[in-house]
């Protein structure tokens, strides 16, 4: 087994548990790529084993902080069922859930989803790479499953060396999986869909819309990168009898204008707009259009910390466009996925927005993922996807 030496003072945040370390860290040692090593203090303790990664600035990631833990086949058997355990605590309304949420499930550089009958799994660092196998072989039997999908197209592959891969790595057929999430149905293809084919981490958020939407009895609805329809079918759950969907991608609003009729609603209810979401509510503010309810669920604009700056302004500018759009009482839930914008500086910029949008608000509540997407107490990094629910005054 290869030693990995730490330089003086650099064990203190693997004492705490923070699974990565970063290159400066490393005073000794190299190892092959996704190979296990042992991580040592520069004064010879044990502080972890750990999966080495030869091109990412993330050289170790930490798959356990006990020195008894052999790092086989039983370890990965270990920590699937762990995960699997506190997803049955949650009891969740959705046969779609985050079965595997990287470090927090103490397996950085693994996701896995389960959407029906189908896992879609995404490998994303040398260590998991490594163990694909093993892992896929293991998920399986803990769910009694027998196809597991790859979606380990994702750029932050690249970072660690590997290229993107796409396809089964156990099991065959047809990639369309039908989810059932809250009482709505919606339809993926866990082979071209974003990510690993949905986005999970708003389920509670897409339910909790179709509350307020008729607690406030809000009829028109404007849903802004709305991808396949989630919140529009919420909001038309929640009695919506004008709902617009707005995105960019054409393959995402067929899904949308599928979901309508599939889930019994009347077609003439929804609108798909196929347009760039900052000129529709540029155009919208034109026309004096209003809405009784708005949903700003953009992509990541700041993937880290280094780009938060320039997402600020985005974000800024579509909420205080959004804002502008909202009828008096009206509802706007904004959301942000990006990890580098904290939840103070993401309530800073919808501030910031309502300000020069002249217009304030009643925050009337702040929410995150679904807790299938675990954060824990050592890995604050974990926290990406934070939402501010504000009612116009
Ligand atoms: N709210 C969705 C997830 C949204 S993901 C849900 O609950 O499932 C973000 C979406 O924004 C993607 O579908 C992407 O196609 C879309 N998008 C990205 N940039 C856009 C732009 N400038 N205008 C419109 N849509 C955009």
């Not at 490594?130 to 039997?141: F, N, R, S």
């Not at 592959?157 to 047809?174: C, F, N």
């Not at 798909?272 to 708005?294: C, P, S, W, Y």
């Not at 009337?364 to 996807?385: C, I, K, N, S």
């Amino acid at each position: 087994m290869k030693v990995i030496k730490l330089r003086e003072g650099k064990e203190r945040s693997l004492l705490r548990r923070h699974p990565w370390v970063f290159e400066g860290s490393i005073a000794k040692g190299k190892a092959d790529f996704g190979e296990t090593v042992r991580v040592e203090s520069a004064g010879g303790d044990f502080l972890c084993w750990a999966a080495y990664s030869p091109s990412s600035s993330i050289k170790l990631r930490a798959w356990s902080f006990d020195e008894a833990e052999r790092i086989d086949a039983a370890f990965f058997e270990r920590r699937i069922a762990a995960a699997l355990a506190y997803r049955a605590r949650l009891a969740i309304d959705s046969n779609g859930q985050r079965l595997i949420h990287g470090e927090a499930d103490g397996l950085p550089g693994l996701i896995v989803d389960r959407y029906a009958d189908t896992l879609v799994a995404q490998f994303l660092a040398a260590g998991t790479e490594q163990w694909k196998g093993v892992i896929a072989d293991a998920l399986l039997a803990a769910t009694g499953l027998t196809r597991l999908f790859e979606r380990s197209d994702s750029g932050v592959r690249q970072l660690e060396g590997l290229t993107p891969v796409k396809g089964w790595v156990r099991g065959e057929g047809a990639t369309e999986v039908e989810l059932h999430e809250s009482s709505w149905k919606l339809k993926l293809d866990v082979a071209e869909g974003h990510k690993t084919g949905y986005y999970l981490d708003q389920r509670d958020n897409r339910r909790e819309f179709a509350r307020w939407v008729r607690q406030l009895g809000a009829q028109r609805v404007l849903n802004c990168y709305s991808y396949t329809g989630g919140f529009s079918v919420a909001a038309l759950a929640g009695g919506a009898t004008d709902v617009t969907s707005v995105d960019s991608s054409g393959p995402a609003l067929a899904r949308a204008t599928e979901h309508v009729t599939l889930n019994g609603f009347n077609p003439a209810h929804h609108l798909a707009l196929d347009a760039d979401v900052n000129a529709t509510l540029r155009g919208f503010i034109k026309e004096g259009r209003q809405f009784d309810a708005i949903v700003l669920d953009p992509p990541k604009f700041a993937p880290s910390a280094a780009h938060a700056e320039r997402a600020s302004r985005a974000y800024k500018d579509i909420n205080r466009l959004g804002l502008r759009l909202l009828a008096p009482g009206g509802l706007l839930c904004t959301y942000s996925c990006s990890g580098g914008v904290g939840p103070e500086l993401f309530h800073k910029i919808i501030a910031g927005a309502g300000m020069d949008a002249g217009i304030d608000a009643y925050i009337v509540d702040r929410v995150g993922a679904a807790p299938d997407h675990p954060q824990t107490l050592v890995f604050p990094e974990g926290e990406y996807l934070k939402g501010l629910l504000v009612m116009r005054r």
